[in-house]
């Protein structure tokens, strides 16, 4: 059974960062491509970044030049680097393991002065 964690949210001022992680669990991480996907209040759930088995990183117009994915297989953990934070960032952060759809349970990402 996959188990995907995220963690790294908080509570941010325009213009900072932050570094979200998700460690998975299981046996097929280095298998799998992995995403960020993000569910703003009263939104439908976005997709942020992907990163594939080979690090090919492709992003979302809104993040792209702020945001970077990034892997680490052997730490079976997948990272999102979020610099020069907006309000519009807000949001909860999810994790997304594409071999075998799992979610992890996300992680709330608030931008706020």
């Known amino acids: 059974q996959v188990q995907l964690v995220e963690s790294g949210g908080g509570l941010v001022q325009p213009g900072t960062s932050l570094r979200l992680s998700c460690a998975a669990s299981g046996n097929i991480f280095r298998l799998s491509f992995m995403g960020w996907y993000r569910q703003a209040p009263g939104k439908e759930r976005e997709w942020v970044a992907t990163?594939?088995?080979?690090?090919?990183?492709t992003y979302a117009e809104s993040v792209k030049g702020r945001f970077t994915i990034s892997r680490d297989n052997a730490k079976m953990t997948v990272y999102l680097q979020m610099n020069s934070l907006k309000p519009e960032d807000t949001a909860v952060y999810y994790c997304?393991?594409?071999?075998?759809?799992?979610w992890g349970q996300g992680t709330q990402v608030t931008v706020s002065s």
């Open positions: 990163i594939t088995t080979t690090g090919t990183t």
């Open positions: 997304h393991q594409n071999y075998g759809a799992y």
